[in-house]
Protein backbone atom coordinates (compact mmCIF):
# COMPACT_ATOMS: atom_id res chain seq x y z
CA UNK A 1 0.00 0.00 0.00
CA UNK A 2 2.49 2.86 1.35
CA UNK A 3 4.79 1.83 -2.51
CA UNK A 4 1.50 2.15 -4.01
CA UNK A 5 0.50 5.39 -2.62
CA UNK A 6 4.40 6.54 -3.41
CA UNK A 7 4.32 5.92 -7.07
CA UNK A 8 0.89 7.43 -6.97
CA UNK A 9 2.23 10.46 -5.67
CA UNK A 10 5.06 10.95 -7.91
CA UNK A 11 3.00 10.34 -11.06
CA UNK A 12 0.91 13.21 -9.48
CA UNK A 13 4.00 15.34 -8.78
CA UNK A 14 5.21 14.83 -12.31
CA UNK A 15 2.10 15.26 -14.10
CA UNK A 16 2.19 19.15 -12.26
CA UNK A 17 5.66 19.87 -12.75
CA UNK A 18 6.84 18.05 -16.35
CA UNK A 19 4.70 19.74 -18.94
CA UNK A 20 6.12 17.16 -21.47
CA UNK A 21 4.85 14.23 -19.37
CA UNK A 22 1.51 16.10 -18.54
CA UNK A 23 1.12 15.97 -22.08
CA UNK A 24 1.65 12.59 -22.66
CA UNK A 25 -0.84 11.26 -20.37
CA UNK A 26 -3.37 13.61 -21.51
CA UNK A 27 -2.72 12.63 -25.08
CA UNK A 28 -2.87 8.96 -23.85
CA UNK A 29 -6.19 9.74 -22.03
CA UNK A 30 -7.94 11.31 -25.14
CA UNK A 31 -6.88 8.01 -26.99
CA UNK A 32 -8.45 5.43 -24.10
CA UNK A 33 -11.84 7.64 -24.00
CA UNK A 34 -12.42 8.82 -27.98
CA UNK A 35 -9.72 6.16 -30.11
CA UNK A 36 -8.33 9.34 -31.48
CA UNK A 37 -6.22 9.32 -33.06
CA UNK A 38 -7.32 5.66 -34.40
CA UNK A 39 -3.97 5.14 -35.71
CA UNK A 40 -1.80 5.57 -32.52
CA UNK A 41 1.09 2.87 -31.35
CA UNK A 42 3.56 4.45 -29.06
CA UNK A 43 2.06 6.57 -26.76
CA UNK A 44 5.59 8.10 -25.37
CA UNK A 45 7.76 10.60 -27.13
CA UNK A 46 11.29 9.07 -25.68
CA UNK A 47 14.01 10.06 -28.47
CA UNK A 48 17.38 10.75 -28.92
CA UNK A 49 19.89 12.85 -31.86
CA UNK A 50 21.37 10.30 -33.73
CA UNK A 51 19.96 6.85 -32.19
CA UNK A 52 20.42 4.80 -35.10
CA UNK A 53 23.66 6.12 -36.80
CA UNK A 54 24.26 2.58 -38.36
CA UNK A 55 20.84 2.77 -39.89
CA UNK A 56 21.49 6.41 -40.95
CA UNK A 57 24.98 5.35 -42.42
CA UNK A 58 23.28 2.41 -44.94
CA UNK A 59 20.76 4.61 -45.84
CA UNK A 60 23.32 7.06 -46.89
CA UNK A 61 25.37 4.09 -48.54
CA UNK A 62 22.56 3.27 -50.62
CA UNK A 63 20.81 6.24 -51.05
CA UNK A 64 23.05 9.38 -51.30
CA UNK A 65 23.48 9.32 -54.51
CA UNK A 66 19.95 10.19 -55.72
CA UNK A 67 19.57 13.85 -56.74
CA UNK A 68 16.38 15.27 -54.82
CA UNK A 69 16.24 12.37 -52.25
CA UNK A 70 13.02 12.05 -50.24
CA UNK A 71 12.72 10.90 -47.07
CA UNK A 72 9.52 10.13 -44.26
CA UNK A 73 10.17 9.70 -41.08
CA UNK A 74 6.81 8.28 -39.47
CA UNK A 75 6.28 9.08 -35.92
CA UNK A 76 9.06 11.42 -36.01
CA UNK A 77 8.28 12.38 -32.62
CA UNK A 78 10.36 15.45 -31.24
CA UNK A 79 12.25 16.14 -34.43
CA UNK A 80 15.60 14.78 -33.40
CA UNK A 81 15.61 11.76 -36.16
CA UNK A 82 14.95 14.13 -38.74
CA UNK A 83 17.48 16.60 -37.79
CA UNK A 84 20.00 13.51 -37.17
CA UNK A 85 18.80 12.61 -40.47
CA UNK A 86 19.79 15.87 -42.08
CA UNK A 87 23.45 15.35 -41.02
CA UNK A 88 23.46 12.24 -43.50
CA UNK A 89 21.72 13.81 -46.27
CA UNK A 90 22.47 17.60 -46.66
CA UNK A 91 20.36 17.98 -49.91
CA UNK A 92 17.73 15.50 -49.04
CA UNK A 93 13.92 17.01 -49.09
CA UNK A 94 12.58 15.21 -45.22
CA UNK A 95 9.09 14.96 -43.74
CA UNK A 96 8.44 14.12 -39.97
CA UNK A 97 4.70 13.00 -39.40
CA UNK A 98 3.66 12.42 -35.97
CA UNK A 99 0.18 12.35 -34.29
CA UNK A 100 0.87 14.49 -31.42
CA UNK A 101 -0.12 18.12 -31.69
CA UNK A 102 2.74 18.53 -28.86
CA UNK A 103 5.34 16.55 -30.75
CA UNK A 104 4.63 18.58 -34.13
CA UNK A 105 4.57 22.08 -32.49
CA UNK A 106 8.38 21.35 -30.56
CA UNK A 107 9.63 20.31 -33.94
CA UNK A 108 8.01 23.14 -35.68
CA UNK A 109 9.67 25.65 -32.88
CA UNK A 110 13.02 24.41 -33.73
CA UNK A 111 12.83 24.41 -37.67
CA UNK A 112 11.79 27.79 -37.16
CA UNK A 113 15.26 28.58 -35.74
CA UNK A 114 17.14 27.21 -38.98
CA UNK A 115 16.83 28.32 -42.25
CA UNK A 116 16.11 25.33 -43.63
CA UNK A 117 13.58 24.68 -45.99
CA UNK A 118 13.89 21.39 -47.05
CA UNK A 119 12.52 20.01 -43.76
CA UNK A 120 8.95 19.76 -43.21
CA UNK A 121 6.93 18.61 -40.72
CA UNK A 122 3.11 17.58 -40.52
CA UNK A 123 0.63 16.41 -37.92
CA UNK A 124 -0.83 12.98 -38.93
CA UNK A 125 -1.46 9.91 -38.38
CA UNK A 126 -1.67 8.02 -42.12
CA UNK A 127 -0.04 8.81 -45.39
CA UNK A 128 -3.32 8.57 -47.34
CA UNK A 129 -3.36 12.39 -48.76
CA UNK A 130 0.40 11.60 -50.27
CA UNK A 131 0.85 11.06 -54.17
CA UNK A 132 2.01 7.27 -54.44
CA UNK A 133 6.03 6.03 -54.68
CA UNK A 134 6.55 9.52 -52.78
CA UNK A 135 9.68 8.66 -50.88
CA UNK A 136 13.08 7.27 -51.40
CA UNK A 137 13.25 6.36 -47.73
CA UNK A 138 11.01 5.81 -45.19
CA UNK A 139 11.95 5.09 -41.17
CA UNK A 140 9.47 3.83 -38.66
CA UNK A 141 11.71 3.86 -35.50
CA UNK A 142 10.20 2.70 -32.28
CA UNK A 143 6.68 3.28 -33.78
CA UNK A 144 4.84 -0.35 -33.91
CA UNK A 145 4.58 -0.86 -30.11
CA UNK A 146 3.87 0.66 -26.83
CA UNK A 147 6.05 1.07 -23.28
CA UNK A 148 3.10 -1.22 -21.61
CA UNK A 149 4.20 -4.21 -23.45
CA UNK A 150 7.53 -4.01 -21.79
CA UNK A 151 5.40 -5.60 -18.95
CA UNK A 152 4.46 -9.55 -19.24
CA UNK A 153 1.49 -9.36 -22.10
CA UNK A 154 0.18 -12.70 -23.44
CA UNK A 155 -2.01 -10.22 -25.59
CA UNK A 156 -1.41 -6.49 -26.86
CA UNK A 157 -4.55 -5.86 -28.35
CA UNK A 158 -5.73 -4.12 -25.46
CA UNK A 159 -2.86 -1.23 -26.62
CA UNK A 160 -2.10 -1.86 -29.90
CA UNK A 161 -3.57 -4.17 -32.72
CA UNK A 162 -1.85 -6.47 -35.57
CA UNK A 163 -4.82 -5.14 -37.91
CA UNK A 164 -4.06 -1.79 -37.61
CA UNK A 165 0.06 -2.14 -38.08
CA UNK A 166 -0.69 -3.88 -41.20
CA UNK A 167 -3.09 -0.81 -42.24
CA UNK A 168 -0.41 1.36 -41.75
CA UNK A 169 2.15 -0.54 -43.13
CA UNK A 170 -0.05 -0.73 -46.29
CA UNK A 171 -0.25 3.07 -46.75
CA UNK A 172 3.61 3.61 -46.14
CA UNK A 173 4.59 0.68 -48.72
CA UNK A 174 2.04 2.62 -51.09
CA UNK A 175 4.05 5.62 -50.46
CA UNK A 176 7.67 4.09 -50.75
CA UNK A 177 9.34 4.01 -54.62
CA UNK A 178 9.97 0.35 -56.32
CA UNK A 179 13.43 0.09 -55.25
CA UNK A 180 13.29 2.46 -51.76
CA UNK A 181 13.98 1.34 -48.70
CA UNK A 182 11.89 0.83 -45.36
CA UNK A 183 13.63 1.11 -42.06
CA UNK A 184 11.67 -1.11 -38.91
CA UNK A 185 13.09 -1.03 -36.21
CA UNK A 186 11.75 -1.63 -32.52
CA UNK A 187 8.60 -3.10 -34.04
CA UNK A 188 6.32 -5.48 -31.87
CA UNK A 189 5.00 -6.68 -34.90
CA UNK A 190 6.74 -8.43 -38.10
CA UNK A 191 6.43 -7.07 -41.75
CA UNK A 192 6.94 -11.20 -42.75
CA UNK A 193 3.90 -11.46 -40.99
CA UNK A 194 1.16 -9.10 -43.23
CA UNK A 195 -0.03 -9.29 -46.60
CA UNK A 196 3.12 -7.32 -47.94
CA UNK A 197 5.99 -9.15 -47.43
CA UNK A 198 6.05 -10.51 -50.96
CA UNK A 199 6.98 -6.94 -52.12
CA UNK A 200 10.03 -6.49 -50.15
CA UNK A 201 12.87 -8.20 -50.15
CA UNK A 202 15.16 -8.13 -46.45
CA UNK A 203 18.34 -5.91 -46.87
CA UNK A 204 19.31 -5.94 -43.29
CA UNK A 205 19.17 -7.88 -40.34
CA UNK A 206 20.12 -6.12 -36.81
CA UNK A 207 23.14 -7.46 -35.23
CA UNK A 208 22.12 -5.98 -31.73
CA UNK A 209 22.49 -2.68 -30.60
CA UNK A 210 21.71 -0.47 -27.58
CA UNK A 211 17.92 -0.86 -27.65
CA UNK A 212 16.00 -3.71 -25.60
CA UNK A 213 14.08 -5.93 -27.62
CA UNK A 214 10.60 -5.46 -27.60
CA UNK A 215 8.05 -8.20 -27.10
CA UNK A 216 6.71 -9.53 -30.59
CA UNK A 217 2.66 -10.30 -31.45
CA UNK A 218 1.40 -12.46 -34.02
CA UNK A 219 -1.89 -11.90 -36.72
CA UNK A 220 -4.33 -12.51 -33.94
CA UNK A 221 -2.03 -10.27 -31.00
CA UNK A 222 -0.63 -13.22 -29.26
CA UNK A 223 2.50 -12.99 -27.84
CA UNK A 224 4.96 -14.97 -29.71
CA UNK A 225 7.45 -16.58 -26.68
CA UNK A 226 11.38 -16.02 -27.84
CA UNK A 227 10.50 -14.75 -31.22
CA UNK A 228 13.16 -12.21 -32.65
CA UNK A 229 12.52 -9.12 -35.02
CA UNK A 230 16.21 -8.87 -36.59
CA UNK A 231 14.98 -7.89 -40.05
CA UNK A 232 15.06 -4.01 -39.98
CA UNK A 233 15.86 -2.93 -43.42
CA UNK A 234 13.60 -3.59 -46.32
CA UNK A 235 14.10 -2.54 -50.30
CA UNK A 236 11.00 -2.18 -52.44
CA UNK A 237 10.88 -4.62 -54.99
CA UNK A 238 7.38 -4.73 -56.50
Same mark, same amino acid.
Given at each position: ????????????????????????????????????????????????????????????? #???? $? =?? @???????? *?????? /?? %??????????????? #???? $? =?? @???????? *?????? /?? %????????????????????????????????????????????????????????????????????????????????????????????????????????????????????
Amino acid at each position: MISSARRSWRSLRQFVIDSNYRGIVLFRLRHSLLREPKYLFQPFNHTLQNRYPYLFQYARE #NLGH $I =AD @CRILSFGC *STGEEV /FS %LRDYFPLAYIKGVDI #NPRN $I =AK @CKHRLASS *SDDRII /FE %LTETQLAEPAGSYDAIFCMAVFTHGELARSAERCDHVIRFVDFESVMSDLERSLKVGGLLFLVQSSFRLRDTSLHRKFEVVLRSSGNSDPPVPIFDRNNHLLADAVHDEIAFRKIA
